[in-house]
C-alpha cells in the first residue's frame, strides 16, 4: 500500500492518493516465469474553499512471460497491457489526473486507460572477467482508445516506443565485505500520436543514464548510493508550450543497519532537480528523509514499511512557483508460495 498527503502551498490544497499495488510472479521450472501486476488507487483534491474532486480508479493491468535462452545468457519477455482503466474523464478528474503525472511529486500511479498494448523485448548479457556486460532491445506496440475531452469522445492513437538498453555490472571486494557497482544507459525512440486521426505529438527521444552503487559501511549493510539523470531532445508539436524538456536529475541513499538475521532497518534520503521547459515551468527542487523496518515473519512472509518526508518547490511560470509539502506512507507484504 502506498498513501501520499501533500500540500500545494500557493494552491491552498490538499492532495490524497492512497494506491495498493498488487503484483504475482509465478516460476515455471527453471527457464520461465510469468507476473501479473495492476494497482487500484483512491484519490481526492480539496481545496481551502471547501470545494473536493475525487478520482477513482485502477491502472491497466500488465501480464509478462519470461524465457531464458540457451546457457541463460539471453531474456526473451513477451508482456501485455490491458486497458481496465479508466479514460472518460470528466473535467474535475481530468485536473487529478494532471496532478497525479507531475513528475516531482513521485507518485506511483500516473496513467491508466491507455489501450491494448503489446511489448516485447530480448536481452543479453556477458562475463568479462570481474565484469559484466549486457544489452537489450525492446519494443512496445500502443493501442488506441477513446478519451472523453470535455463532452466529446476522441479517438487516441499512441505512437509505437523502441528502446535500447547498454549495462554493466561488477563486484568487488570492500574493507567489511562485498560491494557492487551496476550501471545503466537506456535510449528511447517514440513514434508520433494522432488525436481523432491528425498528427497531434510526438514525445522527443528520451536518454536515461542510471547507477548504483551498494556496499558495507559501519553498521549499515548495504549502503546503496543511486543516481539518474533524464533528458529529452525537443517534442514535436504544433503547441510552442509543448515543444521544450528539461533535465531531471535524482539522487538517493538508502541505509540498512540490520538488527537480527529477521529485522533490518532502513534510513531514506532523496533529492530531485528538475531544469525548466522553455516556458520556465515544471522546474523543481524536492528533498525527503525517511525510515522504515524490513522484517521477515517467516521464510515465505516479509513486510517492509516506510514513512517519508519531503518539502520542496514546482516552478509554475516566469518568477512563479508553487510550494509543496507532504507525507508518504508506504508499506509491502511479500508472500512466497
Keep these: 500500500m502506498w498513501l501520499g498527503l501533500q500540500r500545494l502551498d500557493d494552491l491552498t490544497a490538499m492532495w490524497k492518493i492512497i494506491t495498493f499495488p498488487l503484483a504475482y510472479s509465478l516460476p515455471v521450472g527453471e527457464r520461465f516465469s510469468f507476473e501479473a501486476a495492476t494497482a487500484p488507487f483512491l484519490s ?17 493491468s500488465m501480464i509478462r512471460a519470461s524465457c531464458r535462452i540457451g546457457d541463460n545468457r539471453a531474456l526473451f519477455t513477451f508482456g501485455v ?26 507518485n506511483p500511479v500516473t496513467s491508466f486507460g491507455a489501450g491494448l498494448n503489446a511489448n516485447f523485448g530480448l536481452a543479453l548479457a556477458q562475463e568479462f572477467g570481474a565484469w559484466v556486460f549486457g544489452a537489450g532491445l525492446g519494443y512496445s506496440l500502443r493501442g488506441k482508445y ?5 463532452a466529446q469522445e476522441i479517438r487516441v492513437q499512441p505512437g509505437n516506443e523502441f528502446n535500447v538498453t547498454l549495462g554493466i555490472d561488477r563486484d568487488f571486494e570492500w574493507p567489511k565485505g562485498k560491494a557492487k557497482f551496476t550501471a545503466d544507459f537506456i535510449y528511447t525512440n517514440y513514434a508520433e500520436d494522432d488525436l481523432a486521426g491528425q498528427p497531434f505529438f510526438e514525445a522527443g527521444d ?10 558495507p559501511i559501519a553498521i549499515f549493510n548495504p549502503a546503496i548510493i543511486s543516481a539518474q539523470n533524464r533528458w529529452r531532445l525537443d517534442n514535436k508539436s504544433a503547441n510552442a508550450a509543448l515543444l521544450d524538456n528539461g533535465n531531471e536529475l535524482e539522487i538517493s541513499a538508502a541505509l540498512f543497519h540490520p538488527l537480527s538475521e529477521r529485522f533490518r532497518l532502513k534510513y ?9 521547459t522553455v516556458d520556465q515551468t515544471e522546474g523543481a527542487v524536492v528533498f525527503g528523509a525517511g525510515a522504515g523496518l524490513l522484517y521477515s515473519l517467516s521464510a515465505k512472509t516479509a513486510i517492509d514499511p516506510a514513512v517519508k518526508f519531503f518539502k520542496g518547490r514546482i516552478n509554475t511560470g516566469p518568477g512563479s512557483n508553487i510550494g509543496i509539502t507532504g507525507w508518504e506512507f508506504s508499506g509491502g507484504l511479500a508472500l512466497r508460495f
Excluded at 268 to 276: K, P, V
Design 146 to 150: 477513446e478519451a472523453l475531452i470535455g
Design 206 to 215: 528520451k536518454f536515461l543514464a542510471q547507477g548504483r552503487f551498494l556496499f
Design 81 to 106: 497491457g490491458i486497458p481496465n482503466g479508466k479514460t472518460k474523464l470528466n473535467d474535475d478528474e481530468l485536473n487529478i489526473a494532471g496532478i497525479a503525472a507531475n513528475r516531482p511529486l513521485d
Design 268 to 276: 531514506l534520503l532523496e533529492a530531485q532537480i528538475y531544469s525548466d
Design 44 to 60: 481526492s483534491l480539496a481545496s481551502a474553499a471547501g470545494s473536493r474532486f475525487t478520482l477513482n480508479n485502477v491502472t491497466d
